[in-house]
């Protein structure tokens, strides 16, 4: 028979499991689906998920994931309440497609195309008609404007994500993408929101989790 080694003598302790070396939890496909299939009883086919712990948005067909990129969500990480700069959770609907055409780079301010191209005109040190660019957080390229769908989450007094002007848009901070460093939009590369922006249409759900 085999001898019990006596307490603290001879037995093998085993290190602390490194979660670093973990992979990464899978996106949370079902959960998203089941949130969108709440709003949308008959049936969805094209959604997009924005995985925030991921810092991924990804393009769905039903189930199927068909294509995802790296974003950027808020700083201040999800949270809908205004003047909170964070990202809305829950169920949204693309509102408006802006910028159909626009030169990749193209600054948009109000949600209106300036003239000013990123980062040709910053590079000069004006932009239109002679004003500095400021190179903080711009509007580029593309933007898609999202509205909630969910009462008291991203919807209504205090909330509401369109009337705190969150977007799906491209971003002078490409470098930063994969990091949560927005001040509560979505931020993409230029090149991947022009991709987006041609692949889905007003009405779209866009669900943040």
């Known amino acids: ?26 996106p949370p496909f079902a959960e998203g689906l089941e949130r969108v299939e709440r709003h949308a009883p008959d049936g969805v086919a094209r959604w997009l998920l924005v995985d925030v712990a991921a810092q991924r948005i990804h393009l769905m067909h039903g189930k199927t994931p068909l294509d995802n990129w790296p974003v950027s969500t808020a700083a201040a990480g999800v949270d809908a309440r205004e003047g909170s700069g964070g990202t809305p959770p829950g169920v949204h609907r693309i509102l408006q497609r802006i910028g159909q055409d626009a030169p990749p780079g193209m600054v948009f301010v109000s949600r209106e195309p300036t003239g000013r191209i990123w980062p040709h005109d910053q590079e000069s ?85």
Request: charged share 20%; with cysteine; aromatic share 2%.
């Open 1 to 26: 028979m085999a001898s019990i080694p006596e307490l603290g003598k001879d037995v093998v302790t085993r290190p602390t499991p490194d979660n670093s070396s973990l992979p990464p939890a899978p």
């Open 125 to 209: 040190g004006t932009g239109g008609g002679g004003a500095a660019m400021h190179p903080a957080d711009l509007i580029l390229t593309r933007l898609i404007t999202l509205d909630g769908l969910e009462d008291g989450v991203n919807r209504g007094p205090g909330v509401d994500s369109a009337a705190r002007y969150i977007y799906l848009h491209g971003t002078n901070a490409e470098e930063r993408l994969g990091t949560p460093c927005s001040h509560g939009c979505v931020r993409l590369a230029n090149a991947d929101v022009i991709t987006l922006f041609d692949l889905v249409r007003e009405g779209d759900p866009v669900v943040i989790l």
